[in-house]
C-alpha cells in the first residue's frame, strides 16, 4: 500500500515538472509564448487585487463594529459591501489557484490505484471540470444581463446598480473555464506521453 502510495506521489511529481517544463518548452518554441507570459501576469494582478479587497473589507467591517457598538450609529450597507467583496475575492483567486494546482485534495482512495490510472484520472476529472465551469459561466453571463435588464439596484445602496458588482462572477467563471481547458490539455498531454512511453 505504501509502495503504490509512494509511486503515485513520485509520479505526481514528475507529472508536474513534465507540466512545467512542457509548459517552458512550449512558450520559447511557439509564437504565442508572449500570450502565455501576460496571462501569468493577468493572474498575478488579479491576486493582488483580491488582497487589496480582502484590506478593504477588513476596514469597512472595522468601520462598522466601531459605529455599531462605539457610536450607536449602525451603518446599513457594511453587510452588503462585504458579501460583494467576498465574490469578488473568491473569484479572482480561484483561477490562480486551479493553475496552480491548488485546491484541496482527497486521495485517500486514488493513491492506491496505480500511477498510470491517476494519470487518466487527472484527464477526466479535468474535462469534468470544464463542462461543469461551462455551464455556470453561461449561466452566470445570463445572470448578469437579467439583471442589467431590469435594472435592478442594490438594496442598502440604490444608487448602485447590482450588474457592477455581479459582474465578478461571470468574469471569474470565463477566467476559471480558460484556465481549466489549459489544464485540461496539459493532463491529456502528460497522459498520452506516458501512455505511448510504455507502449
Same mark, same amino acid.
Given at each position: 500500500?505504501?509502495?503504490?502510495?509512494?509511486?503515485?506521489?513520485?509520479?505526481?511529481?514528475?507529472?508536474? &515538472?513534465?507540466?512545467?517544463?512542457?509548459?517552458?518548452?512550449? *512558450?520559447?518554441?511557439?509564437?504565442?509564448?508572449?500570450? &502565455? %507570459?501576460?496571462?501569468? *501576469?493577468?493572474?498575478?494582478?488579479?491576486?493582488?487585487?483580491? !488582497?487589496?479587497?480582502?484590506?478593504?473589507?477588513?476596514?469597512?467591517?472595522?468601520?462598522?463594529?466601531?459605529? *455599531?457598538?462605539? @457610536?450607536? /450609529?449602525?451603518?446599513?450597507?457594511?453587510?452588503? +459591501?462585504?458579501?460583494?467583496?467576498?465574490?469578488?475575492? +473568491?473569484?479572482?483567486?480561484?483561477?490562480?489557484?486551479?493553475?496552480?494546482?491548488?485546491?484541496?485534495?482527497?486521495?485517500?482512495?486514488?493513491? /492506491?490505484?496505480?500511477? #498510470?490510472?491517476?494519470?487518466?484520472?487527472?484527464?477526466?476529472? /479535468?474535462?469534468?471540470?470544464? &463542462?461543469? @465551469?461551462?455551464?455556470?459561466?453561461?449561466? !452566470?453571463? %445570463?445572470?448578469?444581463?437579467?439583471?442589467?435588464?431590469? &435594472? #435592478? #439596484?442594490?438594496?442598502?445602496?440604490?444608487?448602485? =446598480?447590482?450588474?457592477? =458588482? @455581479? $459582474? /465578478?462572477?461571470?468574469?471569474?467563471?470565463?477566467? $476559471?473555464?480558460?484556465? !481549466?481547458?489549459?489544464?485540461?490539455?496539459?493532463?491529456?498531454?502528460?497522459?498520452?506521453?506516458?501512455?505511448?512511453? %510504455?507502449?
Amino acid at each position: 500500500m505504501r509502495d503504490a502510495a509512494g509511486e503515485v506521489q513520485m509520479a505526481d511529481s514528475a507529472m508536474q &515538472g513534465a507540466l512545467a517544463s512542457g509548459v517552458q518548452d512550449e *512558450r520559447q518554441n511557439c509564437w504565442w509564448h508572449s500570450v &502565455g %507570459r501576460w496571462w501569468d *501576469r493577468f493572474l498575478e494582478a488579479s491576486l493582488i487585487v483580491a !488582497a487589496a479587497a480582502i484590506f478593504v473589507m477588513m476596514l469597512i467591517m472595522s468601520q462598522g463594529v466601531f459605529s *455599531r457598538y462605539v @457610536l450607536n /450609529s449602525p451603518v446599513m450597507f457594511v453587510e452588503e +459591501i462585504t458579501a460583494y467583496l467576498s465574490v469578488l475575492v +473568491i473569484f479572482l483567486a480561484a483561477p490562480c489557484a486551479l493553475l496552480r494546482d491548488a485546491h484541496i485534495k482527497v486521495q485517500a482512495i486514488t493513491t /492506491s490505484l496505480g500511477a #498510470r490510472f491517476n494519470y487518466w484520472l487527472k484527464v477526466l476529472t /479535468s474535462l469534468l471540470t470544464v &463542462g461543469y @465551469l461551462g455551464l455556470f459561466t453561461y449561466q !452566470a453571463w %445570463r445572470y448578469l444581463t437579467y439583471n442589467f435588464q431590469l &435594472g #435592478r #439596484r442594490a438594496m442598502m445602496i440604490p444608487d448602485l =446598480p447590482v450588474w457592477i =458588482p @455581479l $459582474l /465578478s462572477m461571470p468574469v471569474g467563471f470565463t477566467l $476559471l473555464l480558460i484556465v !481549466a481547458l489549459a489544464v485540461a490539455i496539459r493532463h491529456f498531454r502528460s497522459a498520452s506521453k506516458r501512455s505511448r512511453g %510504455r507502449g
